[in-house]
T-cell receptor
Framework: GQQVMQIPQYQHVQEGEDFTTYCNSS?????IQWYKQRPGGHPVFLIQ?????EVKKQKRLTFQFGEAKKNSSLHITATQTTDVGTYFC??????????FGTGTRLKVLA | IAGITQAPTSQILAAGRRMTLRCTQD?????MYWYRQDLGLGLRLIHY???????GKGEVPDGYSVSRANTDDFPLTLASAVPSQTSVYFC???????????FGEGSRLTVL
């Protein structure tokens, strides 16, 4: 079945440093979504990418979808303490199923 | 306030007992999902429903059952709970058009 891997599992950065998490799917995806979960909270939708090679930006966050539609990345520029949380990708292969990656837990040291 | 309500928020359960986690949404979303979250394993799909009257199996369906009698409700039942089902359970619904998954606050279940 479809598998979605995410690296790294953990990342500690100093405030102001950049951060990147990578997502790889075992199958070609129709689209990929990214979510953020604050400690003790529930996942909250950030963005959806649909097109091959697509790049989207949300303020300091940059999301990319690979040309083959099997990988994606989330890059945060100049991290802030408010960026703390776990970031998940979720892949969809054209069905109603959304398979989540294992997540990357980000800690930002002030 | 539009959203998803999950109940109970937290529950401690003896192994072998039957338990139903409730999920209700008032957004008229067609698709609904149940995920479990375990440290280091992320969110794993248990069951899903495309629309009222239909359900499907996710990645880890064994030991769980669901029903979708109407659009609003999507209960998850553990017929005979085992300790490995200790987890945080999230219900979600899919926003029509955008595909965004909208999550409830979660139900923390401990099986002893």
């Amino acid at each position: 079945g479809q598998q979605v891997m995410q690296i790294p599992q953990y990342q500690h950065v100093q405030e102001g440093e950049d951060f990147t998490t990578y997502c790889n799917s075992s199958t070609t995806l129709s689209n990929i979504q990214w979510y953020k979960q604050r400690p003790g909270g529930h996942p909250v939708f950030l963005i959806q990418l649909v097109k091959s090679g697509e790049v989207k930006k949300q303020k300091r966050l940059t999301f990319q979808f690979g040309e083959a539609k099997k990988n994606s990345s989330l890059h945060i520029t100049a991290t802030q303490t408010t960026d703390v949380g776990t970031y998940f990708c979720a892949g969809n292969s054209g069905t109603y199923k959304y398979i989540f990656g294992t997540g990357t837990r980000l800690k930002v040291l002030a | 306030i539009a959203g998803i309500t999950q109940a109970p928020t937290s529950q401690i359960l003896a192994a072998g007992r039957r338990m139903t986690l409730r999920c209700t949404q008032d957004m008229r979303h067609n698709a609904m999902y149940w995920y479990r979250q375990d440290l280091g394993l992320g969110l794993r799909l248990i069951h899903y429903s495309n629309t009222a009257g239909t359900t499907g199996k996710g990645e880890v369906p064994d030991g769980y059952s669901v029903s979708r009698a109407n659009t609003d409700d999507f209960p998850l039942t553990l017929a005979s709970a085992v300790p490995s089902q200790t987890s945080v359970y999230f219900c979600a619904s899919r926003v029509q058009g955008t595909g965004e998954l909208f999550f409830g606050e979660g139900s923390r279940l401990t099986v002893l």
